[in-house]
């Protein structure tokens, strides 16, 4: 017959290995929204399947800054001659 004491140990094991999953998916979430909050975009490298993968982290704002300034056009706007023919 199997012991109670060992099960109780590996219920207990597996609640605390459950908590610290839990504790480091929370910091990881403070960590990402502090740094989408940066105005920086972070390269995080890993190796799926052989490959390497490159995600980006932070502010996504950061890479769109420079062309969301406002563009300033200055030019004369020629509509196109009514009746379609030529003028």
Do not use: C
């Not at 390269?43 to 769109?64: C, M, Q, W």
């Amino acid at each position: 017959m199997s012991d109670p004491r060992r099960y109780l140990q590996a219920a207990q094991h597996l609640d605390g290995t459950l908590r610290a999953v839990e504790d480091a998916e929370r910091a990881l979430q403070q960590e990402q929204q502090q740094l989408s909050n940066s105005g920086q975009l972070f390269p995080v490298k890993s190796v799926e399947l052989g490959h390497e993968v490159t995600r980006y982290v932070g502010d996504i704002n950061a890479t769109f800054a420079p062309f969301s300034a406002g563009a300033t056009w200055r030019g004369k706007l020629i509509p196109p001659p009514r009746g379609g023919g030529r003028r």
